[in-house]
């Protein structure tokens, strides 16, 4: 079955303690992303990576830190969490192919940072 | 870049009735327009697209309109069943092959159909 999986799904930390959200696809997909989702604002794109070892911030970079070490792995890392990082977070997956731009997404993270 | 914006924000009808949800985009260069469908504790997933060469697309009760000149494109829902309750999101991108493939997400409707 074809899937985005995110973990861990929920997840209370203390501010400062360094945190890691995996993400693995197995669609051999070339594009991830991870978005964050709040209330009213939508889902914010964090970073993204076009293939392996390309990443580039979103509009909402600070903060977090990714890799793309391998084509199905895109780990979101948050050296040192604030409060102001709790929220939704959302991994996501594309291909570039000709079917289209059809985005993937896990079931998102849930975290909040005391 | 890309700016999407989606009204409204929240719409509530009752079942039977249809909904209408709206967005504009600002590049003309965007050519794909997406619409997701966010279930309660669930991640966003795709219900309907079209593409910049088509005006209208339908899919059983759910149909999507684009009007190029004007940027905007519409989901319209008809005969809105409980189920359909959800968040929905619009978004525009270029369409594949690499350069400037990200897609622009709209901030959101939250649909309540009520029984």
């Known amino acids: 079955e074809a899937q985005v999986t995110q973990n861990p799904r929920y997840l209370i930390t203390v501010t400062g303690k360094k945190l890691t959200v995996t993400c693995s696809q197995n669609m051999n997909h070339e594009y991830m992303s991870w978005y964050r989702q709040d209330p009213g604002l939508g889902l914010r794109q964090i970073y993204y990576?076009?293939?392996?070892?390309?990443?580039d911030k979103g509009d909402v970079p600070e903060g977090y830190k990714v890799s793309r070490k391998e084509k199905r792995n895109f780990p979101l890392i948050l050296e040192s969490p604030s409060p102001n990082q709790t929220s939704l977070y959302f991994c996501?997956?594309?291909?570039?192919?000709?079917?289209?731009?059809?985005?993937?997404f896990g079931e998102g993270s849930w975290l909040t940072v005391v | 870049g890309e700016n999407v914006e989606q009204h409204p924000s929240t719409l509530s009808v009752q079942e039977g009735d249809s909904a209408v949800i709206k967005c504009t985009y600002s590049d003309s260069a965007s050519n794909y327009f997406p619409w997701y469908k966010q279930e309660l504790g669930k991640g966003p997933q795709l219900i309907i697209d079209i593409r910049s060469n088509v005006g209208e697309k339908k899919d059983q009760r759910i149909a999507v309109t684009l009007n190029k000149t004007a940027k905007h494109f519409s989901l319209h829902i008809t005969e809105t069943q409980p189920e359909d309750s959800a968040v929905y999101f619009c978004?525009?991108?270029?369409?594949?092959?690499?350069?400037?493939?990200?897609?622009?997400f709209g901030r959101g409707t939250s649909l309540i159909v009520h029984p």
């Open positions: 990576s076009m293939n392996v070892e390309v990443t």
């Open positions: 978004a525009a991108s270029p369409h594949a092959s690499g350069g400037s493939y990200i897609p622009t």
């Open positions: 996501a997956s594309s291909s570039f192919g000709s079917s289209g731009n059809t985005i993937y």
